[in-house]
């Protein structure tokens, strides 16, 4: 029961996700997130781009040189109609292990029940040197604290849990990645009013100069680490502590 209930949540929370980046607030920032992945999707390479999260009708992939992309709607309840594609867990992707070059989580720590297992299904299905390219929202910023004040009320995208760009780096580091970049974005503060247009393109342009870290999300790019095994000659020999003529002690002599 209790496991159908989070089920029940978790699809609600999606669904209200999905929405709210349709309100003038999720539209700016995710024209800010599209500019943040023009700067980094081109420089990575390979065959099958895949990305998961909650935006199943808005493709964030169009930066890309990988012609085969996919987008995986995460949804526990498939009979929610956000989803618009395949539909999937985040903590069991239905991919091959080491088969995807390059894995975009948008915004999918924060709504997951269970993220160091989104974490380590990414670092299975990456092939060796592929990259995992997160966005998430940044709690040490005015988005954190508006996350303080209307947490409560369970609504999107402020219900989420919110993780430091230093914890997902730490994470990333423990499976065995690299990281490749990492910039914080969109110094705005969460607030509708069409009145402070002006103020808030004046904090975007000095926030990355005046406070880098204080930004309302983050992009995160990490390599997997490519691990080289040595081959062993069949004709070698295991080695040994001790030689296989073994000196014989020197017999003690009475004083």
Known sequence: ????????????????????????????????????????????????????????????????????????????????????????LAAALPLATQSVD??????????????HQVLREVERVLIGEGHAVIIGFNPWSLWGLWKLGLGWRGQPPWCGCFFSQRRVKDWLRLLGFDIVRARHFFFRAPIKSPKMTGIFDILNKTGAARWPYCGGAYIVVAKKRLVTLTPIPLNSRARRLVPDEVVEPCPMVDS
């Open 102 to 115: 390059v894995v975009l989580l948008h915004h999918l720590l924060e709504f997951d029940p269970n993220p």
């Open 1 to 88: 029961m209790k496991t159908a209930t989070n089920n029940k949540t978790l699809c609600s929370n999606w669904a209200h996700l999905e929405k709210w980046f349709e309100e003038d607030l999720g539209r700016a920032l995710l024209q800010a997130e599209e500019y943040q992945l023009s700067q980094a999707l081109p420089d990575l390479f390979g065959y099958h781009l895949v990305q998961v999260g909650a935006i199943s009708q808005n493709n964030l992939l169009g930066a890309s040189r990988i012609s085969h992309r996919v987008v995986l709607t995460v949804e526990p309840l498939k009979t929610s109609p956000v989803a618009q594609g395949p539909v999937c």
